[in-house]
């Protein structure tokens, strides 16, 4: 069963909001056997409405559709899909309603354009809107299909999850689909391609293999469709036998988990805790953990050292290192790393030191080069990179290699 999503509005075509909807529906179509094989954005008008989806539904059987439904005259979708399919739109009462008490509630009294919301197309089966005023709408003509919501994310999310996914998956057969997302740490997309050239040759026929690069991780996305789940799961055990004998301790995950989160699992698990020294990535590596929930129970702090009189002052880097070694080195970086967890008293830390750029980079020291080195009790280990040109690029790939050097020595310890 394939799908065609349309979402309307100018604000997406001029860049001044970013098209999230269309992601988050093409994961919640793809897990329940519909996949969506093309995604267009238009604006807000008839002509471009109408257009999209003859266009749409010449190629397939259920388009979806999210904007266009506000209280506003630039807000034209419903109208439009009314006449296209030959409506009349009639008041909702019970829509009237609901959309007259929520303004009660913020002591609006009702005008036009609310009253033009409680308007539906009587030739279309509505589906409730729990969270606003602007119901899910749902046209059907020959066996073709168009369904369209409100785009603002957090209604059309729950009229999907609520009502919309079962519906569709009661409306259509549709295949098991199967996806096992092998997440990949320290090896470059090309490299990776030639590590595992032999095994991708000999995949069954049934496993499409993507590969889905990031700064500093790659994704492996082996994709199934077939009649039979426990036969695809069979599969992709087999397959992940092999994968893992080739990649070893690359591997950080076999799930769509960010590395971050791995590093807080295994902390919780072994009753450890992390700090963090951070130079050139600049309190990045310690953003990241206290972006999640809980964190406090494992991330004691960091210290952003990137003076060389942070450095020494308060984290006891010896002057004499910086002055002989330079910021940017192995005897530098793992100092770092020992005193941030003698300062903060974590058993766990990672500390950078580098050249994120876009200048400051040397012949011997070029632009990208980062030493990184992790702490524990008993070790202390220290690698050097060379990343890219690019400042947020080089802050991102140092983050991601620091978080996954600790995971390696907490796993080995």
């Known amino acids: 069963m394939q799908a065609e999503i349309i979402t309307i509005g100018d604000e997406i075509l001029i860049g001044q909001v970013v098209d999230t909807n269309s992601a988050w529906m093409s994961k919640e179509l793809n897990e329940i056997g519909i996949s969506v094989n093309r995604i267009t954005s238009i604006s807000d008008t008839s002509e471009a409405i109408i257009s999209s989806i003859e266009e ?19 807000d034209i979708t419903k109208k439009t899909l009314s006449d296209y399919f030959a409506c009349e739109l009639v008041q909702d009462n019970g829509l009237y309603e609901k959309i007259e ?39 059907s003509r020959e066996n073709k299909h168009v369904i369209s919501m409100p785009g603002v994310p957090f209604e059309m999310k729950n009229i999907m999850q609520s009502q919309l996914l079962s519906l569709l998956s009661d409306q259509f057969d549709c295949p098991c689909v199967l996806h096992q997302t092998v997440m990949v ?9 030639e590590m595992l050239q032999d095994w991708e040759t000999n995949l069954p026929s049934v496993v499409k293999l993507a590969y889905l690069p990031s700064p500093g991780v790659v994704r492996l996305r082996l994709s199934l469709v077939g009649e039979d789940e426990a036969e695809l799961k069979t599969i992709i055990e087999d397959q992940l036998k092999g994968l893992k004998l080739i990649l070893g301790e690359r591997i950080f995950a076999f799930d769509d988990e960010q590395i971050e989160q791995v590093i807080a699992n295994l902390l919780l698990d072994q009753k450890k805790t992390l700090s963090t020294a951070e130079s050139c990535t600049g309190g990045n590596m310690a953003h990241m953990l206290t972006a999640m929930a809980g964190s406090s129970a494992y991330f004691k702090g960091s210290i952003v050292a990137y003076s060389n009189e942070v450095k020494a002052n308060v984290l006891g880097v010896n002057s004499n290192s910086i002055e002989d070694f330079g910021a940017v080195s192995q005897q530098v970086v793992e100092q770092m790393a020992v005193g941030s967890c003698k300062a903060i008293g974590s058993d766990y830390a990672i500390a950078t030191s580098g050249i994120a750029g876009p200048d400051g980079g040397t ?8 030493w990184i080195a992790v702490a524990s009790a008993n070790k202390v280990i220290s690698e ?13 790939m140092a983050s991601m290699a620091g978080f996954n050097m600790v995971r390696k020595l907490m796993l080995n310890e």
Do not use: H
């Open 101 to 139: 008490e929520r303004l009660a509630r913020y002591k609006i009294g009702m005008n036009a354009f609310n009253r033009e919301q409680a308007l539906v197309p009587d030739g279309a089966r509505i589906i409730n809107n729990d969270l606003g005023t602007a119901p899910c709408m749902w046209f």
């Open 56 to 74: 749409a539904m010449s190629r397939v059987d259920l388009v979806l559709m999210t904007g266009g439904l506000g209280p506003t005259n630039d």
């Open 363 to 370: 012949d011997e020291k070029p632009v990208g080069t980062v």
């Open 384 to 396: 050097k990179f060379v990343f890219s040109k690019e400042r947020g690029r080089n802050i991102r």
């Open 185 to 193: 740490q320290g090896v470059g997309e090309s490299v990776l391609a």
